[in-house]
């Protein structure tokens, strides 16, 4: 009954070698997360998607894009990755609330990204 | 920003000891606070929202507007606590940053 399901698990990767991480959910959440979480360091968000629309955090890499094409899935793309890219990559999903109250976060269990 | 701390890194108790860990927040207006915990090799997870006021696992979290904290307790821990965990604003919000977290280790 996996709910949040990220593939790869482990993705090994050539400095400089665009990567496509992928997410998908059963959840049917209208808010898609992307986390960067280094070792011994708190997840740090990229960017969300509420619905369709793309919300980017300000020190977010020009090298970090991602796409929605539908409510279940949600692709990381790291454009050209360089050895500080090397992380756990983690997705998240909750659904916004429209009583005005927020609802928790669903999360994968990460895809680790290896850079060489 | 929305922040919240978490001033210690690392927290070591007995079993059976009370735990407390601690998170403060940094932001006006009415706070909406979680608590996510990360066992060994297992996915990151809600364990306590303040808006619902209810114990999991033992562990409880009271917000605390006049000293702008949301700290974890427990009265008695136990080995299967150990893990980490972090304190988090609502998701969606300006500036969402998780807090640094807290190692909790328990000691047989």
């Known amino acids: 009954d996996a709910m949040v399901i990220q593939n790869p698990r482990y993705q090994v990767t050539q400095f400089g070698k665009p990567v496509t991480l992928s997410c998908s959910q059963t959840l049917n959440h209208n808010v898609m997360y992307w986390y960067q979480q280094k070792s011994s360091q708190a997840p740090k968000l990229l960017f969300h998607y509420y619905d369709k629309d793309f919300n980017n955090e300000a020190d977010t890499p020009d090298n970090f894009q991602s796409r929605r094409p539908n409510t279940s899935f949600c692709f990381l793309d790291i454009r050209s990755p360089g050895l500080g890219d090397a992380a756990m990559y983690l997705c998240a999903t909750s659904r916004e609330g429209t009583s005005g109250s927020y609802n928790e976060q669903f999360f994968g269990p990460g895809t680790r990204l290896t850079v060489l | 920003a929305q922040r919240v701390t978490q001033p210690e890194k690392l927290l070591s108790v007995f079993k059976g000891a009370p735990v407390e860990l601690k998170c403060n927040y940094s932001?006006?207006?009415?706070?909406?606070l979680f608590w996510y915990v990360q066992y060994s090799r297992q996915r990151l997870q809600l364990l306590l929202r303040?808006?619902s006021r209810e114990s999991i696992k033992g562990f409880t979290a009271d917000l605390n507007k006049g000293e702008t904290s949301f700290h974890l307790k427990k009265p008695f821990a136990q080995e299967e606590d150990s893990a980490m965990y972090y304190c988090a604003p609502p998701p969606g919000t300006y500036k969402y940053i998780f807090g640094t977290g807290t190692r909790l280790k328990v000691l047989a």
């Open positions: 303040h808006i």
């Open positions: 932001y006006s207006g009415s706070p909406e």
